[in-house]
């Protein structure tokens, strides 16, 4: 089945994409600039060399100019609620409306990638069910009513395998199970108003963190696993937001190389990533009625 539009005249997608300094987040909100989007691009790094990894806010803003759309770069820190409220106070002032908001804002301690058991762990670790869980939740609670009042939207929790099979640990599996019940029950409650709320699992994504990890750590990375761009996550989330039929999915966790078969949707490169279902231990689940 092929995507079309389901919009008209000359409207743009508006989107919010939280902690879009980098990685998933930088490469979701440049694909959707490059469809001719306004994007709202979030995080807390405003100055190139104050964090570990390289990107800012800015930068992102600029490469989504430069792919199509218009980037609008906002300091936001996801823990602090009133700064969240006013990302969307600006974005309804601005803009009058939000089509998509993509949840990816997380923050991933250092110490959440070590090899030690969860005891021997900093609490400090759970940081990402506050910046991350929690923070989804937030972003969410402001954005749908300007979806409601349109009755038009699509909400994505950035989740991934994490969610069933083991990886860095329990605070994380915590976290990634979390967002995929929220999306679930999200979508109960946004149906009768045609908004659609998903949890989204890419594959491996070549991300700053991933070169990193992989140089210092190559043992979490089985050989099978081919890494995804940044973009073709941004890529997927377009192609469900102008399908049609997205309501049907909506509730549902869906694995990223799975809905790229759905829309006959390649990588950046050409390829077709592949689904880690059997690899990584998903489970194949039939949506309950409330979902279907």
């Known amino acids: 089945m092929h995507a079309r539009s389901i919009h008209s005249g000359t409207d743009s997608l508006v989107a919010v994409v939280t902690g879009g300094s980098r990685g998933i987040g930088k490469g979701v909100a440049v694909a959707l600039g490059s469809k001719g989007a306004t994007v709202y691009v979030t995080g807390r790094t405003r100055e190139a060399g104050k964090a570990p ?27 602090d609620d009133a700064q969240v409220k006013a990302l969307f106070e600006q974005v309804a002032r601005d803009s009058g409306r939000l089509d998509i908001l993509v949840n990816n ?22 940081d990402i069910l506050d910046v991350g869980l929690r923070s989804h939740y937030v972003a969410s609670y402001f954005a749908a009513p300007l979806m409601v009042r349109h009755r038009r939207g699509l909400i994505v929790h950035i989740s991934a395998y994490g969610s069933i099979n083991y990886l860095y640990g329990p605070a994380y599996g915590a976290g990634k199970a979390g967002l995929d019940k929220m999306a679930a029950d999200m979508a109960v409650e946004l149906r009768p108003h045609d908004v ?4 989204l699992w890419p594959g491996l994504i070549a991300t700053e963190r991933y070169s990193v990890l992989k140089q210092h750590q190559p043992e979490l990375f089985p050989p099978e696993l081919r890494p995804e761009s ?49 690899l990584l231990g998903a489970p194949w689940t039939k949506p309950s009625r409330a979902t279907d």
């Open 53 to 79: 990894l390289p990107g800012t806010i800015h930068e992102t803003a600029e490469a989504v100019t430069a792919a199509g759309g218009r980037g609008i770069a906002v300091a936001c820190d996801h823990a």
């Open 105 to 126: 804002a997380t923050a991933l301690p250092e110490a959440l990638f070590t090899s030690a058991p969860f005891w021997e762990k900093p609490l400090g670790v759970l």
């Open 196 to 199: 659609a709320a998903v949890s």
């Open 230 to 278: 940044p973009l073709f996550t941004g890529l997927l989330i377009d192609a469900l937001f102008q399908d049609p039929e997205r309501m049907s999915l909506s509730g549902r966790t869906l694995i990223g190389a799975e809905l790229a078969r759905r829309y006959s949707l390649r990588d950046v490169n050409g390829e077709m990533p592949p689904s880690y279902r059997e």
